[in-house]
């Protein structure tokens, strides 16, 4: 087995230009153990200063497609239901790589080491939630790689590159918490497909129980920026959601998992279509 990278960064740049999916998410796993490890011990990874890549480095496959040639998926249908779960799968591999893109993009800013702690804990949760993914695509006879998958997913990240709190607004307050509004709609359907489908709705409800508190690392960290930088919070999250998240924030929104996770219904509501 190949040595832990010596600092942090260096661990993030390494899962970000790993291109197989299953081996990046065990990277992940890997140095999030190491860095946890090493905190424990008292004696924490350096975080260092490697240069993530612009983009990360993904498998051959799936083909990535503009999100409108993305087939329609009807969940009525086991290959329905098959797609679903590689659209999450593909969402949380790119999950992987964000959270591990804000531990070494942003080295350049006075960071305490929770804000390290944080992020690496939510990489290793989004490498977990790839990896039960996968476990349900091969019990279908299936992988990730087999279905066209969304080109744009990386796009919030290249627009926030250089802003840290447009960062935090843009990918855990609103990418994130949105998984929030749409997953118990997604379990439902797997429920009521019985109990073939029942690895799927463990999964599920294991990332929906674990994703509020990636949304709630998301508003501590740009509460404790905005307190730096003698921000308003609510005013500065809406003037960074207009900048920076293109079109409008889609209701229904779980306003109960949202404020379990810091986030009042005025920072996101004002912004909603309609
Ligand atoms: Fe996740
Ligand atoms: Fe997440």
Not at 144 to 173: C, I, K, N, Q, S
Not at 177 to 182: F, H, N, Q
Request: charged share 25%; proline share 10%; glycine share 6%.
């Amino acid at each position: 087995m190949l040595p832990i990278p010596a600092s942090l960064s260096a661990c993030a740049v390494e899962v970000l230009t790993t291109a197989d999916a299953l081996e990046k998410a065990a990277k992940s796993r890997r140095f999030a153990k190491a860095w946890r490890d090493g905190r424990a011990a008292g004696g924490a990874m350096p975080i260092g200063s490697a240069v993530p890549p612009p983009r990360p480095a993904r498998p051959a496959k799936p083909d990535l497609l503009p999100p409108r040639d993305v087939p329609r998926r009807r969940p009525g249908s086991p290959q329905g239901r098959k797609a679903l779960l590689h659209a999450v799968a593909h969402i949380e591999l790119n999950a992987i790589d964000l959270h591990w893109d804000i531990v070494a993009r942003f080295t350049a800013t006075p960071l305490p080491v929770d804000f390290y702690d944080d992020w690496v804990r939510t990489a290793d949760e989004e490498a977990r939630h790839f990896e039960l993914l996968s476990d349900c695509l091969h019990a279908r006879g299936s992988f990730y790689g087999d279905l066209p998958a969304h080109a744009e997913m990386w796009r919030a990240a290249e627009d926030t590159a250089h802003d840290l709190l447009a960062r935090l607004t843009v990918v855990p307050m609103v990418l994130e918490a949105r998984g929030l509004d749409v997953t118990p709609a997604m379990i439902e359907i797997f429920r009521k497909a019985g109990p073939a489908e029942a690895d799927a709705v463990a999964a599920l409800e294991t990332i929906y129980a674990e994703e509020v508190g990636h949304v709630a690392h998301g508003t501590k960290w740009f509460h404790v920026l905005c307190a730096r930088h003698g921000l308003p919070p609510r005013e500065t999250f809406h003037a960074l959601i207009r900048q920076y998240f293109h079109g409008a924030l889609k209701p229904p929104f779980n306003d109960e998992r949202r404020a379990a996770a810091g986030l009042p219904p005025d920072f996101y509501r004002p912004l909603a279509e309609g």
